[in-house]
């Protein structure tokens, strides 16, 4: 055998991991104010959102990121509060975490936002790359939830997925629930071309037939892979995440223009624009000539002398957003920010990113970033909190739906 995973359960090593991970809410206050689109001189926020007062973001230091803590010691009272809560009235022997190797830090942070610890779990390799899992605790009628993402290696951690949730459902599991916050194949989802496969399809049959019982996964690709699976998906949206931060920015109401990197984008943009104090919205219009190239044609839409935010739900080479902001700037925006869910960054996407098209680049820890990816212009914020209020309320409605069984 090779390398082996055991996740730590104590106390003492989940404070110490936690105290390592980053997050979007270390020194903030909850703001209610409305916003007022035709004030000039208004701030943007997202209706109830939670508002950061940092002055900078991010701070760097010798070069490289610091991004914000959170722990026990900086946690704003108001999360601290809800988090002890849900501790004390939503703690149950009958949930079960289990992360796999693909995330454990944004693992970690879920578990310590739910008041829980992960489960004891044995992950290995055998010397030719088969994955061995075993469950150091039992699970027999519990609601399992397994984190998860696929992120690259895709393959590697796709096929470890299914494996956990065969040692679940042999451990007689009552509820699986595989928590995909990346949830990879979901852009091959229909046949452009003869004799193409459908690989979302076949990736929602095998993740079903291996025995998962419900599936949570964030901005996946495209909507209709939903349909793909013959279970319950769960499907979370992150884009609250990116408006909080987005919040905490002065930028004035009516210097905003969000845009869709694509047509094939535009519904989520024009959400997202929505949210935004309902900005104006400009679309990229750009013809693929293959697989990870793209080419821009022109603008739909007015974005000179504007900040121009373009959304996207993922970033894979940055080949459709880079073009997309050169074209931005050639026709007179201000500034280009790229807000994006998973922050896939294949090469030579870090190159395209911060060679000075964008003032910030915005992305969440569905994948984890390598500190090797980092760049001044990149900012990283945390899902965790999200994903745990989701898991606690599918529970909540599990536990309700055994009673009238």
């Known amino acids: 055998m090779a390398a082996s995973l055991i996740m730590p ?36 926020y997202a209706p109830n959102s939670v508002k950061c007062d940092m002055a900078e973001p991010i701070k760097y230091g010798n070069g490289k990121p610091i ?5 026990e010691r900086t946690l704003p ?39 829980l610890e992960l489960g004891k779990i044995n992950i ?7 994955v061995y899992v075993q469950l150091g605790e039992s699970v027999r009628g519990c609601d399992v939830f397994l984190l998860q993402p696929t992120c690259p290696p895709v393959n590697e951690n796709f096929m470890e997925l299914q ?65 793909y699976f013959d279970i319950p998906v769960d499907h979370v949206y992150c884009e609250h995440v990116i408006l909080d931060y987005l919040a905490s920015k002065t930028i004035c109401s009516d210097d905003l223009v969000v845009v869709s990197p694509d047509v094939g984008g535009v519904a989520r943009a024009r959400a997202f624009a929505k949210k935004l104090s309902d900005a104006p919205l400009a679309i990229v219009d750009k013809r693929r000539q293959g697989h990870n190239v793209a080419e821009v044609m022109n603008l739909i839409g007015d974005v000179k002398g504007k900040v121009a935010v373009m959304v996207d739900d ?39 990113l911060s060679n000075g098209l964008f003032q910030e680049v915005i992305v969440t820890n569905t994948i984890p970033v390598a500190e090797k990816n980092y760049f001044p212009q990149l900012t990283v914020l945390s899902v965790a909190n999200l994903l745990g209020e989701t898991i606690w ?13």
């Open 314 to 352: 993922m970033i894979d080479t940055a080949g459709t957003i880079s073009k997309g902001a050169a074209l931005l700037h050639q026709e007179g925006a201000r500034e280009v920010y790229a807000c994006c869910t998973h922050a896939v960054f294949s090469p030579p996407a870090i190159e395209r």
């Open 77 to 115: 009272k108001f999360l601290e509060s809800a988090r002890l809560e849900k501790s004390v009235n939503r703690s149950s022997p009958r949930i079960k975490l289990f992360s796999g190797t693909a995330n454990p830090a944004l693992s970690q942070e879920i578990a310590w936002y739910m008041g």
């Open 163 to 227: 494996i956990v949730i065969d040692a679940c459902r042999r451990a007689s599991a009552k509820n699986i629930t595989a928590v995909i916050p990346y949830f990879g194949y979901s852009r091959a989802d229909r046949k452009t071309q003869g004799r193409e496969s459908i690989a979302a399809k076949l990736a929602a049959n095998l993740i079903t037939v291996a025995g998962a019982d419900r599936v949570l996964a964030c901005d996946i690709h495209s909507g209709q892979s939903i349909g």
């Open 124 to 130: 290995k390799r055998f010397a030719d790359g088969e």
């Open 9 to 44: 359960t104590s106390s003492s090593s989940s404070s110490s991991m936690a105290s390592s991970f980053s997050s979007l809410f270390s020194r903030c206050s909850v703001s209610h104010k409305t916003l007022l689109p035709n004030d000039s001189g208004s701030r943007i």
């Open 67 to 71: 991004i914000p803590i959170v722990n």
């Open 393 to 405: 309320r599918v529970h909540d409605d599990s536990s309700v739906s055994s009673i009238f069984q």
